[in-house]
């Protein structure tokens, strides 16, 4: 009893205590001192092996192996002998790629990483070659062997089954070139003002006939006898200017002196404008002509760069900058091969490719899928081949497809593909029923020198046709210039992009390169060429290439291993399905069926499975 009234008394008590009180009387009054993991990085420490701290699916064990199944002999070879020992050609391969897969394309930044980055240290073998070392490499070294080491690697991707080669998407992306935005020559100004500037020369040479008192015909030129006209009449000149000083040092009147003076600075005028101006800037007009070749532009900076129209606009109004033309071919997104082009349009960037593509060591496609800045005659041409065996397959759209499966299009009375035509007479019928008839052949070329042939048909009358206005602007019969053989590849074409089977292959084209284009220029910031110049900028694109498809390698693996521990986890949950017997507190008990895993026995009952 005195033990219930207690518990009782209690009991009202605490109904009659606040509820802060309640909480503040739960609270236990033990003060616990708060513990940390050991820390002192002041203590000397030592790693043994920096290998154990890369993971294995780390893009730097891709690179090292990679690398090493290059044979010696192949980077050996470029490598003359003697002097002072050079760094590990594989190191170097191993570290540069390394440091631009990380997003790293200065060789400053790169020697940074062989005293910061664990992965990079590794590869080097803890050897730090400095910033000049790795740009010469880069620069000097990478430059001979860059196609050799690339096809290499291509090789071995075949070889490991991560591409075929079979199937070969083709596009092309401007990359900005390292060279002053403002640094630009024009081919029309600089051809403009050779063109003043010659008849500026010819105004002279005749100024200096009338000088010396000399026929004007004798020193008459052609525009290209220019510069050896000008150094005739400068040594004329001058044998004149040395006569009339030793005439002045001999003259003792004061007033035939001025005379003789006088008449030596009208010389000395031309002979000046000619050493200082006319022909310093008739040899740089000729250099520039020289550099310009089939282009339009080109920059003071990088003279191999040519100005184009960037997607990337900072200005956002259509500024030209200096860059490249950069073609690239991938499959499952990886890069097969690529070419750097000097000029802006793919179209006449698509059959130097495919050649320098047959020119190496690499397979050739079965088929070829690009875009429809790639569809032109002479580019169907080449891939139909001269003997009419295909040197490939292709899925390239013309640059009118979609437009053709408009209505619009089909109702447009303008356009000879929607009229009738008679096969049996060779002749149109067009949409008043007025014959079009065949009137003559004629040959063209156009700008890329591709010699076409024409058919000309011409109506019969169309004097009082109610649609004419609708049909042409010319003033007298519509006429049709039909290129046969265009139009032929055009249905070839055509045929295969509305293949089923075919139809899925191009609709994969997005997906391939230009998601390669995308992690390129913006997952990985490449959007400027470190180097100057067609050959450094080939050897830097090959770079970037290698490292995008070494880091498409590591990714792979990576998948791969984290699918293998998902089908793991998987498996063991499934098999966690049986009948178990538990010793538990001494006596043996046999569980029915349930799923559970081993962890969650053994940490809800301590026993052992038998």
Same mark, same amino acid.
């Given at each position: 009893?005195?033990?219930?009234?207690?518990?009782?008394?209690?009991?009202?008590?605490?109904?009659?205590?606040?509820?802060?009180?309640?909480?503040?009387?739960?609270?236990?009054?033990?003060?616990?001192?708060?513990?940390?993991?050991?820390?002192?990085?002041?203590?000397?420490?030592?790693?043994?092996?920096?290998?154990?701290?890369?993971?294995?699916?780390?893009?730097?064990?891709?690179?090292?192996?990679?690398?090493?199944?290059?044979?010696?002999?192949?980077?050996?070879?470029?490598?003359?002998?003697?002097?002072?020992?050079?760094?590990?050609?594989?190191?170097?391969?191993?570290?540069?790629?390394?440091?631009?897969?990380?997003?790293?394309y200065?060789?400053?930044?790169?020697?940074?990483?062989?005293?910061?980055?664990?992965?990079?240290?590794?590869?080097?073998a803890?050897?730090?070659?400095?910033?000049?070392?790795?740009?010469?490499?880069?620069?000097?070294?990478?430059?001979?062997?860059?196609?050799?080491?690339?096809?290499?690697?291509?090789?071995?991707?075949?070889?490991?089954?991560?591409?075929?080669?079979?199937?070969?998407?083709?596009?092309?992306?401007?990359?900005?070139?390292?060279?002053?935005?403002?640094?630009?020559?024009?081919?029309?100004?600089?051809?403009?003002?050779?063109?003043?500037?010659?008849?500026?020369?010819?105004?002279?040479?005749?100024?200096?006939?009338?000088?010396?008192?000399?026929?004007?015909?004798?020193?008459?030129?052609?525009?290209?006898?220019l510069?050896?006209?000008?150094?005739?009449?400068?040594? $004329?000149? *001058? %044998? &004149?200017?040395?006569?009339?000083?030793?005439? /002045?040092?001999e003259?003792?009147?004061?007033? =035939?002196?001025?005379?003789?003076?006088?008449k030596?600075?009208?010389?000395?005028?031309?002979?000046?404008?000619?050493?200082?101006?006319?022909?310093?800037?008739?040899?740089?007009?000729?250099?520039?002509?020289?550099?310009?070749?089939?282009?339009?532009?080109?920059?003071?900076?990088?003279p191999?760069?040519?100005?184009?129209?960037?997607?990337?606009?900072?200005?956002k109004?259509g500024?030209?900058?200096?860059?490249?033309?950069?073609?690239?071919?991938?499959?499952?997104?990886?890069v097969?091969?690529?070419?750097?082009?000097?000029?802006?349009?793919?179209?006449?960037?698509?059959?130097?490719?495919?050649?320098?593509?047959?020119?190496?060591?690499?397979?050739?496609?079965?088929?070829?899928?690009?875009?429809?800045?790639?569809?032109?005659?002479?580019?169907?041409?080449?891939? $139909?081949? *001269? %003997? &009419?065996?295909?040197?490939?397959?292709?899925? /390239?759209?013309?640059?009118?497809?979609?437009? =053709?499966?408009?209505?619009?299009?089909k109702?447009?009375?303008?356009h000879?593909?929607?009229?009738?035509?008679?096969?049996?007479?060779?002749?149109?019928?067009?949409?008043?029923?007025?014959?079009?008839?065949?009137?003559?052949?004629?040959?063209?070329?156009?700008?890329?020198?591709?010699?076409q042939?024409?058919?000309?048909?011409?109506?019969?009358?169309?004097?009082?046709?109610?649609?004419?206005?609708?049909?042409?602007?010319?003033?007298?019969?519509?006429?049709?210039?039909?290129?046969?053989i265009?139009?032929?590849?055009?249905?070839?074409?055509?045929?295969?992009?509305?293949?089923?089977?075919?139809?899925?292959?191009?609709?994969?084209?997005?997906?391939?390169v230009?998601?390669?284009?995308?992690?390129?220029?913006g997952?990985?910031?490449?959007?400027?060429?470190s180097?100057?110049?067609? %050959? &450094?900028?080939?050897?830097?694109?090959?770079?970037?290439?290698?490292?995008?498809?070494?880091?498409?390698?590591?990714?792979?693996?990576?998948?791969?291993?984290?699918?293998?521990?998902?089908?793991?986890?998987?498996w063991?949950?499934?098999?966690?399905?049986?009948?178990?017997?538990?010793?538990?507190?001494?006596?043996?008990?046999?569980?029915?069926?349930?799923?559970v895993?081993?962890?969650?026995?053994?940490?809800?009952?301590?026993?052992?499975?038998?």
């Amino acid at each position: 009893m005195r033990n219930l009234t207690t518990t009782t008394e209690q009991y009202t008590m605490q109904e009659a205590l606040p509820l802060g009180a309640l909480e503040e009387k739960a609270v236990s009054k033990r003060t616990l001192a708060p513990t940390f993991k050991d820390y002192d990085n002041k203590q000397a420490q030592m790693i043994l092996d920096l290998e154990m701290y890369i993971p294995s699916h780390h893009v730097a064990r891709v690179i090292d192996e990679m690398i090493e199944a290059i044979p010696d002999e192949q980077l050996f070879a470029h490598y003359t002998g003697g002097g002072r020992s050079s760094y590990h050609p594989k190191m170097m391969l191993k570290v540069i790629l390394y440091g631009y897969s990380q997003k790293v394309y200065s060789c400053r930044g790169i020697e940074k990483l062989l005293h910061e980055n664990l992965p990079a240290m590794w590869l080097a073998a803890m050897q730090q070659p400095d910033f000049r070392t790795l740009n010469d490499f880069r620069g000097v070294r990478m430059k001979a062997f860059m196609d050799e080491l690339f096809e290499t690697m291509i090789q071995k991707l075949i070889a490991d089954n991560y591409i075929t080669m079979e199937q070969y998407f083709l596009d092309g992306t401007k990359i900005e070139a390292n060279a002053n935005k403002y640094s630009f020559v024009w081919k029309k100004s600089t051809l403009r003002s050779e063109e003043k500037l010659k008849e500026k020369v010819q105004a002279t040479l005749a100024h200096i006939h009338t000088l010396i008192e000399q026929e004007a015909g004798e020193y008459a030129a052609e525009p290209n006898e220019l510069p050896a006209k000008l150094e005739a009449a400068a040594v $004329v000149l *001058e %044998e &004149k200017v040395e006569g009339l000083t030793e005439q /002045i040092a001999e003259a003792n009147d004061s007033q =035939e002196r001025k005379v003789l003076r006088k008449k030596r600075s009208a010389l000395k005028q031309p002979l000046k404008q000619i050493r200082e101006d006319f022909l310093p800037r008739l040899t740089k007009y000729e250099q520039q002509k020289a550099c310009f070749g089939d282009r339009n532009s080109y920059s003071k900076t990088d003279p191999d760069a040519t100005f184009m129209r960037m997607k990337e606009d900072h200005m956002k109004n259509g500024q030209l900058k200096p860059g490249y033309n950069v073609q690239m071919a991938t499959e499952n997104q990886f890069v097969l091969f690529y070419s750097i082009h000097q000029r802006p349009t793919d179209t006449r960037c698509f059959i130097p490719h495919m050649e320098r593509l047959a020119a190496s060591g690499l397979p050739m496609p079965k088929t070829v899928i690009a875009d429809a800045g790639y569809g032109s005659e002479e580019n169907y041409l080449y891939a $139909v081949g *001269e %003997e &009419k065996e295909p040197r490939f397959d292709f899925l /390239i759209p013309y640059g009118s497809y979609m437009k =053709e499966k408009t209505r619009r299009y089909k109702k447009d009375i303008r356009h000879a593909s929607n009229w009738t035509y008679e096969e049996r007479n060779d002749r149109f019928i067009c949409p008043n029923g007025r014959y079009v008839l065949f009137k003559k052949y004629q040959t063209k070329k156009n700008t890329s020198g591709l010699e076409q042939s024409f058919k000309i048909y011409e109506c019969e009358d169309c004097s009082d046709c109610p649609f004419k206005t609708s049909c042409t602007k010319a003033k007298g019969n519509r006429q049709i210039h039909w290129n046969t053989i265009w139009e032929e590849l055009k249905i070839k074409a055509k045929k295969a992009l509305e293949d089923d089977e075919k139809s899925a292959i191009y609709a994969r084209r997005k997906v391939e390169v230009e998601s390669v284009f995308g992690h390129i220029k913006g997952n990985r910031s490449f959007r400027r060429f470190s180097l100057r110049g067609l %050959e &450094k900028v080939h050897t830097e694109f090959g770079i970037v290439a290698l490292a995008h498809n070494l880091l498409k390698v590591a990714g792979i693996r990576h998948a791969t291993l984290l699918q293998k521990r998902q089908n793991q986890k998987s498996w063991t949950k499934k098999t966690s399905r049986f009948s178990v017997q538990l010793f538990i507190l001494g006596t043996y008990w046999t569980a029915p069926f349930f799923t559970v895993t081993t962890s969650d026995l053994h940490r809800r009952y301590p026993c052992q499975l038998i």
